[in-house]
C-alpha cells in the first residue's frame, strides 16, 4: 500500500557545534514513540550519535538517518480524531567544521531542514555555513531557538542576528513565557493563546492558558508584525489585512505562512528547550504544518546521458525510477550500505537499476529503512522515501540510480579538496594490506578524505578538512578496522597555478632500432578564468596537421600532469590549453608519443607561465573576552593574519580573520594560554591564495629535500 506523499516530510536538522541537535532528535525520537528512554548526548547514550567516537567526544561526526511517525494535528498534545499519520525521514547532522560534507550530501536529498540555533550564542560561524550550504540548494527552513532554559538566553535577540547576519526575513511565531530558569511556556502568535507545559509528562502535555497580563502588548506587537509580513507575501490577504486585520482567520495565516517558507520568503521562528523537553512538539507541528513534502517540489531535472537533452521526474510512484546515492557506509554486519533517496518511481529488493556514472546494471539485494546504525528490511521502496540499500559492486557519492530502461543523470555534489594531509605507515608488516583495505574503504564513505602515495618516498599520505578530521580517521582505522599506526607531522596541501601566458613548442623524438617515436605540439598555456577548475582544452588545429585520433591523447597527457606542478610537484588546480599548431610521422607517431610530449611541454611552459605556490587560507574567527583581544590580534599578525572584522557578541569581543592554515598547527593549545582557557575559536577553509615567495622557496625546498 502506497502511503500519501502529501504526509511525508524528509527534512534534516543542522546547526553549529553544540546548539542541541542530537539532543533535538533523540526528543523527536521519543515523542513520536520511536524510543521509549530519554538518551543524553552528555551520558554518552544518544542512539543518533552511534559511533564510540561520537559517544566519547559528545559530537556528531556522521549523519544518521531515521524514520518515525507524528500524528498531526494535535490538540493539547493528543491527536485530534482527524489526525493523519505524518511520516518522518530525519537526518541528524554534524555541527562541526570539519565534517561539513555530511551536512553538504544530507541537503542535496532533503526537502526541507530544521535549523537548530542557541539561544545564548545566537548565529554561530558553522551556522552561517551551514545557511549558505542551503541557500545553494535552495532548501527551505525554519528555526527553532533552542537551550531557551540557559542564562542568557534571549529569543528575539536572536530572531534578529538571523534577520542581519543571514539576511533572512526570520519571523517569531511564538514568544516564550518565561526567562532562562523559569522558562515554562510559549505564546502561539497565531493561535493567539499561551500553553504552559506539564514537567512531570516531560513536556508531553500542557495546559491551554491566557496570555500573561504582562506580555498582552509584547504579544499584540508581534502577531500583528506576523500578520503583516505574511499579508505582504500574499497579496489576497494584503487587502484582508488593509481593511482589518481581525478578519484574517488562523487557516488563511497557515496557508499564506507555507507558501511563503517554500518561497523562502519567511523563516517561521519557533523556541524551546530540548534538554528540559520543551517546545519540541510544537516544533514538529509547525514541520508539518510548513515544510514541504516531497510533492511540493514539482519535478526534478536530470540530463538524459544519451542525448544530454534535460529531462523531467515527478515526484510519483507511476514515473521511471530514480534515485541518488548521497552516502556510502560500511557496516560490519550487512557490508556496505548506499544511503539514496527515491525521487521518482518504485524499487523492488532484488531488482536491477542502472548507475549512470559507470553505465553498469546493479542488483540491489537488500532494501533497508535506517534508524541510526540499526536497519529495519523493507521489501520496496517509493518516490519521496529515503533507505538504504545493499549488494552494489560499484558505487559513489553522488551517483544517479535509475531504471535501466529510462536513464537520467541527476545533479551531482561538489566537494572542497583537503587541505591538510599526514604521512601514516603500519606499525606491523601484518598490517600494510590490512591499512590498504581500511583507507580504501574510508575514502569511499569520506569525499573530502583523500589517501595518495608520495611516489619519491613510498609514503601514504591521508588528506582532510582538519587535525581533528585526521584524528577521527586515525582513530577509526584503530577501532573499526584494528589496524595500528604511526602518524607523522600534519602538512599543509599547497597547489600550484600559472598566472601568466606562455606559446610553447614540444618536439618529442626517439629513435632505437626498428620504429622511432615522434609528436610535434605547438601550444598556449594560460591561467583559467575565474572560478573555474580542472584543465580547459581548446584544441585549435585546422588541416589535419595533427590528425584527430592523437588529440585526445594529448588532452590526456596535459590532465595527468597537472598532478604534479613544475615547482615542487603539488597539484595544479585549473589551467587552459590551447593547442595550436603540430606535426606527426606517418610510421613514427603513436597516441603515446602525443601524451607524452604533451607531459614534457606542460613542465617546461609552465615555468615560463610563471608559476606560484599557493596556500591554503583559513577564515577565523575568535570569541574572547575584551582584556585578551590585544594579546590575540597580535599573535594573528605574527601568524600572517589579516583581520577583517572585530564585533561584540553577548558581552564576548568576535574578531574574524584569514589566516594560513600552514600557520594554526596547535592553535587551540596557543589560543588557551593567550587566554588562560576563556577564548573559543572556530576555523573553516576559505580559498587558496598565493605563498608569499620567501616562504614559497622553503616549502619547495623542503619538497625537493624530501624527494
Request: some cysteine; charged content about 25%; hydrophobic content about 40%.
Amino acid at each position: 500500500m502506497s502511503r500519501d506523499l502529501k504526509y511525508t516530510r524528509n527534512i534534516g536538522i543542522a546547526a553549529h557545534i553544540d546548539a542541541g541537535k542530537t539532543t533535538t532528535t533523540e526528543r523527536i525520537l521519543f515523542y513520536t514513540g520511536k524510543t521509549h528512554k530519554l538518551g543524553e548526548v552528555h551520558d554518552g547514550a544518544s542512539t543518533m550519535d552511534w559511533m564510540e567516537q561520537e559517544a566519547e567526544r559528545g559530537i556528531t561526526i556522521q549523519s544518521a538517518a531515521t524514520t518515525c511517525v507524528w500524528n498531526f494535528p494535535t490538540e493539547n498534545g493528543k491527536p485530534t480524531t482527524d489526525a493523519k499519520e505524518y511520516h518522518f525521514n530525519i537526518i541528524d547532522t554534524p555541527g562541526h567544521v570539519d565534517f561539513t560534507v555530511e551536512v553538504n550530501r544530507s541537503l542535496r536529498v532533503l526537502d526541507g531542514l530544521v535549523f537548530l540555533f542557541s539561544a545564548v550564542d545566537g548565529v554561530e560561524p558553522q551556522s552561517e555555513t551551514n545557511w549558505r550550504l542551503a541557500d545553494n540548494y535552495k532548501v527551505p527552513r525554519m528555526g527553532f531557538v533552542n537551550k531557551m532554559d540557559r542564562q542568557g538566553s534571549d529569543f528575539l535577540n536572536v530572531c534578529r542576528q538571523v534577520r542581519e547576519m543571514l539576511k533572512s526575513n526570520a519571523v517569531p511565531i511564538v514568544l516564550p513565557i518565561g526567562e532562562e530558569a523559569d522558562f515554562k511556556g510559549i505564546v502561539d502568535l497565531i493561535k493567539n493563546r499561551a500553553i504552559i507545559w506539564h514537567e512531570e509528562t516531560q513536556g508531553a502535555t500542557f495546559d491551554v492558558v491566557d496570555i500573561p497580563e504582562d506580555m498582552k502588548a509584547d504579544v499584540a506587537k508581534y502577531r500583528s508584525q506576523l500578520i503583516e509580513e505574511v499579508a505582504g507575501y500574499d497579496e489576497g490577504l494584503l487587502e484582508k489585512f488593509m481593511e482589518d486585520e481581525s478578519s484574517i482567520s488562523e487557516e488563511e495565516i497557515h496557508t499564506a505562512l507555507r507558501a511563503a517558507v517554500m518561497d523562502m520568503a519567511i523563516i517561521p521562528m519557533v523556541c524551546g528547550s530540548s534538554f528540559k523537553n520543551k517546545g519540541v512538539q510544537f516544533m514538529l507541528d509547525a514541520v508539518c504544518r510548513y515544510l514541504p513534502s516531497p510533492l511540493d517540489k514539482e519535478a526534478i531535472e536530470g540530463t538524459n546521458p544519451d542525448t544530454n537533452e534535460p529531462v523531467f521526474r515527478k515526484p510519483s510512484v507511476e514515473e521511471p525510477f530514480a534515485a541518488l546515492a548521497f552516502k556510502i557506509a560500511t557496516d560490519p554486519y550487512v557490508g556496505r550500505l548506499a544511503f539514496f533517496r527515491a525521487y521518482s518511481g518504485h524499487l523492488d529488493a532484488g531488482s536491477y537499476v542502472l548507475n549512470t556514472r559507470s553505465g553498469n546494471k546493479e542488483r540491489i539485494s537488500r532494501i533497508y529503512q535506517m534508524h541510526a546504525n540499526k536497519q529495519n528490511p523493507i521489501e520496496y521502496i517509493e518516490a519521496g522515501d529515503i533507505g538504504a540499500a545493499v549488494g552494489f559492486k560499484d558505487i559513489k557519492t553522488g551517483d544517479t540510480l535509475c531504471a535501466e530502461k529510462a536513464p537520467i543523470v541527476l545533479e551531482s555534489m561538489v566537494f572542497p579538496d583537503p587541505v591538510i594531509g599526514i604521512a601514516v605507515e603500519p606499525k606491523t608488516k601484518a598490517d600494510v594490506d590490512k591499512m590498504g583495505m581500511a583507507l580504501a574503504k574510508l575514502a569511499e564513505e569520506d569525499p573530502t578524505f583523500q589517501v595518495k602515495t608520495d611516489e619519491a618516498s613510498g609514503q601514504t599520505i591521508i588528506s582532510g578538512m582538519g587535525e581533528l578530521h585526521l584524528d577521527i580517521i586515525v582513530d577509526r582505522l584503530k577501532r573499526e578496522f584494528k589496524v595500528e599506526v604511526n602518524q607523522g607531522e600534519p602538512q599543509v596541501e599547497y597547489k600550484e597555478a600559472i598566472t601568466a601566458s606562455a606559446d610553447h613548442r614540444e618536439v618529442y623524438k626517439k629513435q632505437t632500432g626498428g620504429r622511432g617515436k615522434f609528436a610535434d605540439i605547438v601550444f598556449t598555456m594560460q591561467p583559467a578564468e575565474e572560478g573555474k577548475t580542472g584543465l580547459e582544452f581548446v584544441n585549435e588545429i585546422k588541416g589535419g596537421n595533427i590528425p584527430k585520433e592523437y588529440i585526445p591523447s594529448i588532452e590526456k597527457g596535459f590532465k595527468e600532469a597537472m598532478k604534479n606542478g613544475p615547482l615542487a610537484g603539488f597539484e595544479m588546480d585549473a589551467m587552459k590549453i590551447i593547442l595550436r599548431d603540430g606535426s606527426f610521422h606517418p610510421v613514427d607517431s603513436d597516441s603515446l608519443s602525443f601524451e607524452l610530449a604533451a607531459k614534457l611541454g606542460y613542465k617546461e611552459a609552465a615555468r615560463a607561465a610563471k608559476a606560484v605556490l599557493m596556500e591554503p587560507i583559513m577564515k577565523l574567527e575568535v570569541i574572547t573576552p575584551e582584556e585578551n583581544m590585544g594579546d590575540i590580534v597580535g599573535d594573528l599578525n605574527r601568524r600572517r593574519g589579516q583581520v577583517n572584522d572585530m564585533g561584540d557578541r553577548n558581552g564576548a569581543k568576535v574578531i574574524k580573520a584569514n589566516v594560513p592554515l600552514s600557520t594554526m598547527f596547535g592553535y587551540v593549545t596557543a589560543l588557551r594560554t593567550l587566554s588562560s582557557g576563556r577564548a573559543t575559536s572556530t576555523m573553516e577553509f576559505s580559498h587558496y591564495a598565493e605563498t608569499p615567495s620567501n616562504i614559497a622557496e622553503e616549502v619547495i625546498k623542503n619538497a625537493k629535500g624530501g624527494k
